[in-house]
């Protein structure tokens, strides 16, 4: 089992930025890959971004050219910057291990 602890997120402005962070436990991160989902209030959960063991990333339609996710295999974290937010974007934000396993999820609010 792959344990995952997200962090970064926040209340942030229309067309602001934040960053959310991932830390994996596991000795094999850099075979995995990672990806970001997200759930807002009375919706399903849905793929934001994910990126393979050696760096091909894909994205969902609405938030390319504004998020961009990375990875760092030595440090075993995984990255979602997010740029340009709107309230859509607000919802519980998880990180996802292709073994099956999430973080608990971190909270992403776009509000003035």
């Known amino acids: 089992q792959v344990q995952l602890v997200e962090s970064g997120g926040g209340l942030v402005q229309p067309g602001g930025s934040l960053r959310l962070s991932c830390a994996a436990s596991?000795?094999?991160?850099?075979?995995?890959?990672m990806g970001w989902y997200r759930q807002a209030p009375g919706k399903q959960r849905e793929l934001v971004a994910a990126?393979?063991?050696?760096?091909?990333?894909n994205y969902a339609d609405s938030v390319k050219g504004r998020f961009t996710i990375s990875r760092d295999n030595a440090k075993k974290m995984v990255y979602l910057e997010m740029n340009s937010l709107k309230p859509e974007d607000t919802a519980v934000y998880y990180c996802?291990?292709?073994?099956?396993?999430w973080g608990q999820g971190t909270q992403v609010t776009v509000s003035s």
């Open positions: 596991t000795r094999l991160f850099n075979m995995y890959r």
């Open positions: 990126i393979t063991s050696v760096g091909i990333t």
């Open positions: 996802h291990c292709y073994t099956g396993d």
